[in-house]
């Protein structure tokens, strides 16, 4: 009897040094995987699932092992989508997945640009992004006060940054994501303060003059002297006379603006009614922004593009001299 009791003392240790050693094997061990793997993890999957999902990728060799130790470990695992480096072990695998944070994608919106045209900086990273649900959120009534937002369309309230966005994302996230980046702004200049925000009546005003600031000029240099000017002429009750309010209307970027076009009634048209625009006619970035916030104190009622090629504008406090630098302006684009 001691004899047998002894042997399976030793057949239990040499056993449990077996397991210890395939234990630890099996935590040592790397991936199989030689590239970069992104897989998605979807929601209220198990443990079960996801071993076999991680099997299936090459990330593990066994789910049957992953299951054993996520139950040991009570791993807390996350859904989503997951960048999975080559060459990790199960431990650095499982605390990616534990992590929560997947792979994203970098999306640079360019300052000025109208809602509509964003989509396509979008279709860069995600080619099925669909530019008919975006117009649709942008004009969600619900949607845009659910986002703080008291306006008829998020037109203006779209941050013009880079962003990284999860792997997926859909429309209406998107925006989310860009108009919480514009209210975050908001505040930041709220605390620092300007008399501005309450002669022109609150942060939906400054977007508007400031996405008029952005389509006028992409000198840096030039924005807070601009801005100056359409402050000047908003305190003496002179139309803004801005050629880009007019070009949204119609949607006409490039190329000629018809007379039509400027006798338009529309609201947005500065050329033909005093103050400002119903709101903004794109999304300006955060110079534009503090140009108006902060303009530049001027007694200039007027500027015209230099057409030198410098992307410089002469300015004026007469139309007599406006008249003149016309006329110069003329004389550059011949040469």
Excluded at 93 to 121: H, L, M, Q
Excluded at 156 to 167: H, N, S
Excluded at 225 to 248: C, E, K, Q
Aim: some cysteine.
């Amino acid at each position: 009897m001691k004899k047998i009791s002894v042997f399976l003392l030793i057949l239990l240790v040499l056993g449990g040094l077996l397991s210890f050693s395939y234990v630890q094997i099996s935590l040592r061990s790397t991936s199989n995987n030689t590239k970069n793997v992104i897989l998605r993890i979807p929601a209220k999957a198990g443990i079960h699932k996801i071993g076999k999902i991680l099997e299936e990728n090459d990330v593990i060799s066994s789910h049957t092992f992953f299951e054993y130790w996520c139950r040991y470990q009570k791993c807390n695992l996350k859904a989503g989508w997951f960048e999975i480096p080559p060459r990790r072990t199960l431990k650095e695998v499982i605390s990616i997945i534990e992590n929560g944070k997947g792979p994203v994608k970098k999306v640079t919106i360019p300052e000025g640009r109208a809602s509509w045209e964003i989509p396509a900086y979008f279709r860069k990273a995600y080619p099925n992004f669909n530019g008919v649900l975006w117009e649709k959120w942008i004009y969600n009534s619900e949607f845009i006060r659910e986002l703080g937002v008291s306006a008829s369309s998020l037109e203006g309230y779209l941050l013009p940054d880079t962003y990284l966005f999860p792997y997926e994302v859909t429309e209406k996230e998107a925006i989310r994501t860009m108009v919480k980046a514009n209210l975050r702004l908001r505040d930041a200049f709220y605390k620092k303060g300007s008399p501005f925000f309450e002669i022109l009546g609150g942060w939906h005003e400054v977007l508007t003059l400031a996405s008029v600031v952005e389509e006028e000029t992409g000198n840096p240099k030039e924005r807070p002297l601009i801005s100056g000017v359409f402050h000047n002429r908003l305190r003496i009750g002179m139309p803004l006379g801005a050629d880009p309010t007019v070009r949204f209307i119609f949607k006409n970027l490039t190329g000629p603006i018809y007379k039509s076009q400027l006798n338009s009634n529309n609201p947005y048209n500065t050329r033909k009614f005093k103050g400002l625009m119903p709101g903004p006619i794109s999304n300006p970035g955060r110079h534009a922004i503090e140009a108006v916030l902060y303009p530049e104190d001027t007694d200039m009622l007027y500027f015209v593009a230099k057409d030198n090629g410098s992307g410089e504008h002469f300015f004026s406090s007469t139309l007599k001299e406006h008249n003149h630098y016309k006329e110069v302006a003329a004389r550059n684009r011949k040469k």
